[in-house]
């Protein structure tokens, strides 16, 4: 225990930088979590006579054009938008990294059937596949996850079965089939173990363009629907009341979303050098 605190400390002292990313990220899932607790108002309750207020003692945040509490809706914000890319992302490994495993030790007909339809996915430009998805199947919370899901998996896909091709030729996958074991429990306990360091690196970065996802999709207004409190669908009103002078409408949501997806990227490069030899640091 004494050795994992010091690590810990280690760690901070010369990489305060990412311990500033962590510290984000959870700062903003407590909020989200304790949003109930800690919010002085209804994410959607409307105090009409403070309608357009700017920022104050009253009004952390200020309010918008219904007189709905800014602070109170960004931090119940944070329920949905983090919620979105934890449980998109998560729905993508299950999907990517199996498919990846099993596809990178398959017959090549069977390799190569896959992904070109892989390849076809990826011809779009991953937004604009998105938002076209997300345009018909229609707006709502499990829409936008389902569909952050979906372009999201053939990252998962393509990275293992990279991971995949280069391990199936080592010693230790030989070694297992001198002494019998089947191509699913090679590739399931053998090769798949050894992949999860870079799936990890890629999680926190997906986590993030989740969040630019979903935020982007409720922007154009195919996403997370008004009046639910969400970062994107926020940012949208705020930009209509922003040349006459409500600035904080579009602002402060707008700031959160880019300190929250600072800080995964920068939990995403540090576990990048700390699984890679070639670039570990000292922790």
């Known amino acids: ?22 510290f984000i990220l ?13 919010a002085p108002y209804g994410p959607i309750e409307m105090i009409v006579k403070d309608r357009l ?3 104050s003692l009253n009004h952390l945040m200020g309010t918008d054009h219904l007189g709905m509490d800014i602070f109170s809706r960004v931090i119940y914000s944070a329920r949905i938008d983090l919620f979105i890319a934890v449980t998109s992302v998560g ?15 398959a017959p090549k007909k069977v390799d190569e059937t896959v992904m070109r339809l892989i390849d076809g996915i990826n011809a779009f430009p991953l937004f604009i596949l998105a938002l076209i998805v997300a ?24 990275l293992v079965r990279g991971q995949v091709l280069s391990l199936k030729v080592s010693q230790f996958v030989e070694a297992a089939q001198s002494v019998g074991n089947g191509y699913f429990r090679i590739t399931m306990f053998h090769i798949l173990p ?24 409720s922007f154009l207004g195919v996403g997370i629907p008004l009046p639910e ?6 940012v949208s009103v705020g930009t209509r009341y922003a040349l006459s002078g409500e600035w904080w409408i579009a602002f402060f949501p707008g700031l959160v979303i880019t300190l929250v997806v600072l800080s995964l990227n920068l939990i995403a490069d540090t576990l990048q050098e700390i699984m890679d030899p070639k670039r570990r640091i000292l922790i």
Do not use: D
């Not at 002292?13 to 311990?19: A, E, G, K, V």
């Not at 979906?150 to 998962?156: A, D, L, M, R």
């Open 1 to 22: 225990m004494i050795q994992i605190f010091s690590k810990i400390k280690n760690f901070c002292i010369y990489r305060p930088l990412p311990s500033i990313g962590l």
């Open 26 to 38: 959870i700062l903003f899932s407590i909020l989200g979590i304790l949003a109930p607790l800690i």
């Open 53 to 55: 207020s700017p920022p």
């Open 91 to 105: 729905l993508a490994m299950i999907i990517g990294v199996p498919l990846g495993a099993i596809i990178g030790y």
């Open 135 to 158: 345009g018909a199947i229609g707006p709502g919370l499990k829409n936008v996850i389902f569909v952050v899901a979906f372009v999201n998996f053939p990252s998962y896909l393509r």
């Open 194 to 217: 050894n992949t999860l360091g870079p799936v990890l690196v890629l999680m926190c970065i997906n986590c993030a363009w989740a969040i630019m996802t979903a935020a982007g999709l």
């Open 229 to 234: 409190p969400e970062w994107g669908a926020m």
